[in-house]
């Protein structure tokens, strides 16, 4: 069975800081794995995705990498920001199981100003 | 711009009483999904519909049912509510099984 685990919980660092959020997956035979952001009381949005032939994507300051054989993912967030604070949910899709996705708990970000 | 449209944003019930969550996005989207999200269990996969006319059942689907009547509408039905279903409810949509998820506002339900 896929478990997906993010690790810290929780996260603060000052503004102004690189920082990078873990995301492990169990079963390496993945479609694919996302990574959300979530404010409070708000729904989720989707950062980047990265196909499992893909080793990396970017958007603006952030940067996401995969390594399926380690059953690996890092989110890096450069130069951080008061409003980058918020939740970062990875979601990976197993390869054999059509549409579901399997999500970990989430990092909880806080970027001090 | 809509995307992922869920109605209503909250709702209370009372134990035993039957409602339906209305979910529509306007990406011309084949998968759709219901996920509920519950402090310290993360999003739990509910039910899902890979195309219209076919739904699948998820992680908990235990109490729920569903309907994809027509591709842009994916409908969740609690029949008999009970108070472990109070939660927030997330609608999503992808193109297939390689794209990215779009997700709903959330409709936070209580059950008393």
């Known amino acids: 069975k896929q478990e997906v685990t993010q690790i810290p919980a929780a996260l603060s660092v000052p503004e102004g800081e690189n920082l990078v959020l873990n995301c492990s997956f169990t079963d390496s035979a993945i479609y694919n794995l996302q990574w959300f952001r979530q404010d409070p009381g708000k729904g989720l949005t989707s950062l980047l995705l990265?196909?499992?032939?893909?080793r990396e994507q970017t958007s603006g300051r952030l940067n996401a990498s995969l390594d399926k054989s380690s059953g690996r993912s890092t989110l890096y967030i450069a130069a951080s920001q008061p409003g980058d604070s918020a939740t970062y949910l990875c979601?990976?899709?197993?390869?054999?199981?059509?549409?579901?996705?399997?999500f970990g708990q989430g990092t909880e970000l806080s970027v001090k100003p | 711009n809509a995307g992922v449209t869920q109605t209503p944003k909250f709702r209370v019930l009372k134990t035993g009483q039957s409602m339906t969550l209305l979910c529509a996005q306007d990406m011309n989207h084949e998968y759709m999904y219901w996920y509920r999200q519950d402090p310290g269990m993360g999003l739990r996969l509910i039910h899902y519909s890979v195309g219209e006319g076919t739904t699948a059942k998820g992680e908990v689907p235990d109490g729920y049912n569903v309907s994809r009547l027509k591709k842009q509408n994916f409908l969740l039905g609690l029949e008999s509510a009970a108070p472990s279903q109070t939660s927030v409810y997330f609608c999503?949509?992808?193109?297939?099984?390689?794209?990215?998820?779009?997700f709903g506002s959330g409709t936070q339900l209580s059950v008393l």
């Open positions: 990265i196909q499992s032939s893909q």
């Open positions: 979601a990976v899709r197993p390869g054999n199981q059509g549409g579901k996705l399997i």
């Open positions: 999503a949509s992808s193109h297939g099984t390689s794209g990215k998820l779009f």
